[in-house]
């Protein structure tokens, strides 16, 4: 099991959220995981995406994890970042 955010974790190349009854499997694209896995393993580096996957990516992150957003970095790309709570 690995954190790589706050509430996320990375088990067996899939992304799990925590929630009070335990892990739930996160259900992304196969692009939407490999933008997930570039932005997670390069903490503040900016990532280059397409913008309709970052934009379904933002979607199902900021619905789950309010205090992370995936920003984009005009020209260059997209990152992540984590608000304090």
Known sequence: VKKVIDGLDFIDDDFFIDTPNGK?????????????QKLVSMPGA?????PMVAKRLRGKINGILPNTDIITVR???YKIITRPQ
Do not use: F, I
């Open 75 to 77: 020209g260059t790309g």
């Open 46 to 50: 900016t990532v280059p995406a397409t």
């Open 24 to 36: 739930k499997l996160l259900s992304l694209s196969n692009e939407e995981k490999k933008l997930l």
